[in-house]
Nanobody, 124 residues
Framework: QVQLVESGGGLVQAGGSLGLSCAAS????????MGWFRQAPGKDREFVAS????????AYADSVKGRFTISRDNAKNTAYLQMNSLKPEDTAVYYC?????????????????WGQGTQVTVSS
């Protein structure tokens, strides 16, 4: 069973940057795709970004493309999400996700494990 622990959330002004980390343990990290999702109050959890097991393929939601960057370090069993040019509409709880397979998806049904979530608040 895998454990995912996020860190790096917080409060930032619009236009600022934050970096999130997701440390994984308990499962062969490099064998699975990783992703980030977010959930704002009163809304469904939505896809933000994903990265293949090797790190060679990434995908982003249209709303964050060009502002967010997902990456991973398989030697450190850690995935990252760098968020730049943040907007108030980026405010949400951000969740790290490990997929059931080496292939990533925008669908939450393909996620095998979730982190506990970290709050990101962007003030205007």
């Amino acid at each position: 069973q895998v454990q995912l622990v996020e860190s790096g959330g917080g409060l930032v002004q619009a236009g600022g940057s934050l970096g999130l980390s997701c440390a994984a343990s308990g499962r062969t990290f490099s064998s699975y795709a990783m992703g980030w999702f977010r959930q704002a109050p009163g809304k469904d959890r939505e896809f933000v970004a994903s990265i293949s097991m090797s790190g060679g393929t990434t995908a982003y939601a249209d709303s964050v493309k060009g502002r967010f960057t997902i990456s991973r370090d398989n030697a450190k069993n850690t995935a990252y999400l760098q968020m730049n040019s943040l907007k108030p509409e980026d405010t949400a709880v951000y969740y790290c996700a490990q997929y059931r397979t080496p292939i990533a998806s925008r669908n939450t049904n393909f996620v095998g494990s979730w982190g506990q979530g970290t709050q990101v608040t962007v003030s205007s």
